[in-house]
């Protein structure tokens, strides 16, 4: 007997995958041009591997967050249409433009939700110095003494 979907639970399994997709391609796209700057050492110094500020994460890292907060952004503006633009629309094209843009802001959002936490902790990394490994034992402080007795249990 297969289970049966309300239309509720429906929308929130829709709106999720629409918000994983959004967060893959995402990572897609960050995990290729990590990909593309480790094996191509050359363009490390340049636009967009290099870095506005020595604090600051790598250029294509701030894009990235840019481009999916602009999505998030701009579905947003298509769907409560601030400007009032889609007034002249028939019903169904206004109708079908508010779940284009309310589609388009869960892309965003699920994009929003991999690149800021990914920019924070490049961030992060970047400007907090790593631990200065300690200095491995010698062999002698290794070795255990000799003398004594060894009780078995």
């Known amino acids: 007997m297969a289970y049966k979907l309300s239309p509720e639970e429906e929308k929130e399994a829709i709106d999720f995958l629409t918000r994983f997709v959004g967060g893959t391609q995402d990572a897609i796209i960050d995990n290729f041009f990590r990909w593309y700057n480790t094996t191509y050492q050359a363009g490390q110094p340049v636009f967009p591997f290099n870095r506005l500020e020595p604090h600051m994460p790598q250029n294509v890292d701030i894009i990235i967050a840019g481009v999916s907060m602009l999505e998030a952004l701009l579905g947003l503006g298509i769907e409560e249409d601030p400007l009032k633009l889609l007034e002249n629309m028939d019903y169904r094209a206004k109708e079908q433009t508010q779940k284009f843009g309310s ?51």
């Open 103 to 153: 589609g388009l802001r869960k892309f965003g959002e699920g994009a929003v939700l991999y690149s800021v936490p990914m920019v924070t902790r490049r961030t992060i990394i970047h400007n907090i110095p790593s631990p200065t490994p300690a200095a491995a034992p010698t062999r002698q402080e290794t070795q255990q003494p000799t003398s004594g007795r060894v009780i078995k249990l």
